[in-house]
């Protein structure tokens, strides 16, 4: 997604830049993480559905 507003439209979304990167579910910010650990996180979230 680009942001929050695809977000909630999304059940997982993830938007990242500058290094770092946010996760969301169903529009709602999830948590913040460096890039190096967006995959992981994105993986482990989606797992929680």
């Keep these: 997604v680009n942001g929050p507003g695809e977000a ?7 938007a990242g830049g500058n ?5 969301f579910r169903h529009g709602e910010v999830v948590r913040q993480v460096p890039q190096e650990e ?3 996180a ?3 979230l989606i797992e929680e559905l």
């Design 38 to 40: 967006l995959l992981d």
């Design 8 to 14: 909630a439209a999304a059940d997982v979304g993830i």
């Design 19 to 23: 290094g770092k990167g946010i996760l």
């Design 42 to 44: 994105l993986m482990a």
